[in-house]
């Protein structure tokens, strides 16, 4: 359905709404609003619209469902796929100005929040506040909103203890495309009445309402944790090593992180500020942490002898366990540079699969070698959670090729990794979304049946088709 752009009348009724601290048509006010933060797409609008309550965000939706008016939802703007840019008539809702704590039970291990509270400000009022931890974690935490964190699903590097955003919310209260509001701040564990319509919205990046708050499930703040640099024989032993560290410590793994020997390269090349942790090179690494509630030094005790179990059986060449929080600090920035260093190396081409966890070795090696084939001199870097099977799974460009001349090579890479991950029963997009950049990849590796059900949900929910129009499907 396409949309014509809003009259000025509309554009000044909500205007009206908002009052003049909510709103701006100015091109330089709106510009960083407009642009995704890799430069991958350069957006328009006619307004950007920020509302500070819920009934403001209520009534400016109801004024778009009148006048028949596109709006993009939009958080942090720390979105990798697109689906946060408008291209043209849509008006840009901001939920920057949603961002108080409205409710804390520490009793209950619940925080109930505005969305555009970003994920560092609810960490730190979980923390200081009731000393106790939301549990999500990634490098964009200090800009990325709880509204945008729902709306894509959000994972990171605790996924394989905490789960994703799906399993770290209790209720939502989300503005619909006709301007209701639903009240599903519930903070309950347990509620068997029906459908749960909370489901509906995470992970639909806007497309289908606008969530406004969110009930965040805390959990006990860990005492003690320890941190590993391990090497690893192979990609099978990195796998199997996950296995023997999960049975061995229980539910302490709180992230399990793949580092290739050639990210490591590009980090020691390009960041400052790093050092190689072993004396010789391995070809895969794995980062490991591990947290423990205990007050003494539990974690480093049961990290210790672990390791030590597991390289009796093979599963470590080599390990590296930081004795102080400036260790861990300094191993951990080997990994959080990955995607920063690739930069430096010339052009990249990205892509963010799922795969079950016993197939990551398989993955990894039909991959590589089906897009060394394909273009000679390729270096793929494979890294990220794979703990819960997510892979990064980049592509620098070979030495001295034109990138201009690489990047047109997109969509045959893409077409050969998403085949594969299909093959394997993985996903071509596992914690970033579809947005535009996968929209219409996906036709090709969900079934019509899916689809369609996709498509009835929207048209069920937004017959207008106004939230988001373009993006997922």
Request: hydrophobic share 45%; proline share 6%; with cysteine.
């Amino acid at each position: 359905m396409t949309h014509s752009p809003p009259s000025l009348d509309t554009l000044n009724r909500i205007a009206q709404v908002v009052g003049p601290e909510g709103w701006t048509r100015d091109p330089l006010e709106m510009a960083p609003y407009l642009v995704e933060w890799r430069d991958r797409w350069q957006g328009s609008t006619p307004m950007v619209v920020k509302p500070a309550t819920t009934d403001e965000a209520a009534q400016v939706v109801r004024i778009c469902a009148e006048t028949h008016t596109a709006i993009v939802p939009q958080g942090g703007n720390t979105g990798l796929v697109g689906g946060q840019i408008p291209f043209g008539s849509e008006v840009l809702l901001s939920l920057s100005r949603l961002n108080r704590i409205r409710r804390a039970d520490p009793l209950n291990g619940t925080l109930t929040v505005e969305a555009g509270c970003t994920l560092g400000a609810v960490q730190e009022h979980a923390r200081t506040a009731l000393g106790l931890l939301f549990p999500l974690s990634l490098a964009s935490e200090g800009s990325a909103q709880i509204g945008g964190l729902l709306s894509t699903n959000a994972g990171g590097i605790s996924v394989v203890r905490y789960g994703t955003m799906r399993n770290l919310v209790l209720g939502l209260e989300v503005v619909t495309p006709q301007g209701e509001i639903w009240n599903g701040l519930r903070a309950l564990r347990k509620d068997n009445t029906g459908y749960d319509l909370k489901h509906l919205f995470i992970g639909a990046e806007g497309t289908l309402g606008l969530i406004t708050a969110a009930v965040c499930k805390l959990v006990p703040l860990p005492k003690d944790s320890a941190t590993a640099l391990v090497a690893a024989p192979d990609l099978d032993k990195a796998i199997a090593l996950l296995h023997a560290v999960q049975a061995f410590t229980g539910n302490a793994v709180s992230a399990f992180e793949l580092m290739p020997r050639i990210g490591i390269e590009f980090a020691l090349k390009h960041a400052a500020n790093t050092r190689d942790p072993f004396s010789i090179p391995h070809d895969w690494s794995v980062l490991m942490e591990l947290s423990s509630g205990q007050s003494e030094a539990g974690a480093q005790a049961l990290l210790e002898s672990c390791l030590n179990a597991a390289m009796q059986d093979g599963l470590v060449r080599d390990a590296v366990i930081a004795s102080s929080q400036s260790q861990a600090d300094n191993l951990w920035r080997l990994r959080d540079c990955l995607s920063e260093v690739q930069k430096h190396e010339g052009a990249s081409l990205k892509h963010d699969i799922s795969v079950p966890v016993s197939a990551l070795p398989v993955f990894v090696q039909r991959a590589s070698a089906a897009v060394c084939a394909a273009l000679p001199g390729l270096r793929p870097v494979a890294f990220g959670h794979i703990g819960d099977g997510n892979v990064h799974f980049n592509l620098s460009q070979p030495v001295g090729m034109d990138p201009q001349d690489f990047l047109s090579h997109q969509g045959e890479m893409a077409r050969l990794v998403h085949d594969i991950v299909a093959s394997l029963g993985g996903s071509i997009s596992a914690e970033h979304g579809l947005g535009i950049a996968k929209r219409e990849a996906i036709l090709s590796y969900k079934s019509p049946v899916e689809i369609e059900m996709m498509r009835r949900l929207k048209t069920a929910l937004d017959p207008l088709g106004i939230m988001n129009p373009g993006k997922v499907i």
